[in-house]
């Protein structure tokens, strides 16, 4: 098994968080749950802390990226700047592929 | 009894002994105390080494993520390696942040950056020392991420409508740290001058540093 889990994004890229709720312990804050951002930057990659919070290795380790959301992504009544933005770190697991803006 | 006595027990009561906070032996307590006197009963670690860690984490505090920004504010290309490598740059100066992964992010006349973690209470503690207690608080982790604006406003800290607000959730490795805007009629101060102004909130974003 290798150490770690290849990159499959890169800076710029734009992402869609998963949908998913799964039980246990989960990173991945639910407010931006299905939300579409843009790589921040590629931070490397880290045992997965859904497995180490069962006392398991978390190997391979998966990517971590910091994504870039606008605020009115995330809310859609949001009352600041248009220019407003969250960044949070997602593992690459939690992440798809998503086109090009329309 | 004599008179005197009677007078020490009368003013005792006046201030009756408030109970410890931490008498109550919860579940998780009962575990701490249980495994820690464990691993010193089989000579793992010692009692003086817990006390010495306890001394370490109490004396950890803001001084040396203000050293840090003055360094960065005096230094341009310190600036940008510590833009680059948070963790690198620290160990730079002979602080030493252990395994932390730390992000530095600068604030500049179009930018201002704040950290929250709202999944748990995520902090740089090797350079900032032990959070303050807001900042554990669900109505700060909450809040900073859904509306930043009004949060900072109610710290004192009014971001003008051209200035972007940039909301650090530091939700899994890595740790982040703010380099505030360096005031203005500070030319020619020296480096610990500096590191005076940069305060613990103004680390973290919830405020400016001190101006002169």
Not at chain 2, 39 to 49: F, R, W
Not at chain 2, 73 to 101: F, H, T
Request: contains cysteine; glycine residues 6%.
């Amino acid at each position: 098994m290798p150490d770690a889990v290849a990159h499959r994004f890169q800076i710029g890229d734009r992402v869609k968080v998963r949908e998913a709720y799964p039980i246990g312990h989960v990173r991945t804050p639910y407010y931006v749950r299905g939300k579409r951002g843009v790589i921040e930057r590629v931070c490397g990659a880290f045992p997965n802390p859904e497995e180490l919070a069962y006392a398991r290795e978390g190997r391979p380790a998966q990517p971590l990226y910091r994504v870039r959301f606008l605020q009115r992504e995330l809310w859609t009544d949001y009352a600041g700047q248009p220019v407003d933005v969250v960044e949070v770190e997602i593992y690459q697991h939690w992440l798809e592929a998503e086109g090009p803006q329309p | 009894m004599s008179h005197d006595q009677d007078h020490d027990h009368a003013h005792v009561h006046r201030f009756p002994p408030r109970p410890d906070q931490d008498d109550t032996l919860t579940y998780y307590r009962a575990m701490e105390t249980a495994v820690r006197e464990l691993l010193i009963d089989k000579g793992v670690i010692t009692a003086d080494d817990v006390r010495r860690q306890v001394e370490d984490m109490d004396g950890r505090n803001a001084g040396r993520g203000a050293k840090m920004v003055a360094r960065a504010w005096l230094d341009l290309a310190y600036k940008q390696r510590m833009l680059a490598n948070g963790s690198k740059a620290a160990e730079e100066i002979g602080l030493d942040v252990g395994p932390l992964k730390l992000v530095v992010v600068e604030n500049t006349s179009s930018v201002h950056n704040v950290i929250v973690c709202t999944l748990c209470s995520c902090y740089p503690r090797m350079l900032l020392g032990l959070p303050p207690d807001w900042y554990k608080s669900r109505n700060y982790r909450s809040r900073m991420v859904r509306e930043p604006r009004a949060v900072l406003a109610e710290f004192g800290t009014v971001i003008p409508p051209d200035v972007a607000i940039r909301v650090h959730d530091s939700t899994a490795d890595m740790r982040y740290l703010v380099v505030p805007k360096r005031p203005t009629g500070t030319e020619n101060w020296s480096e610990a001058e500096l590191a005076r102004l940069v305060t613990r909130d103004s680390m973290i974003g919830v405020a400016l540093a001190n101006e002169v």
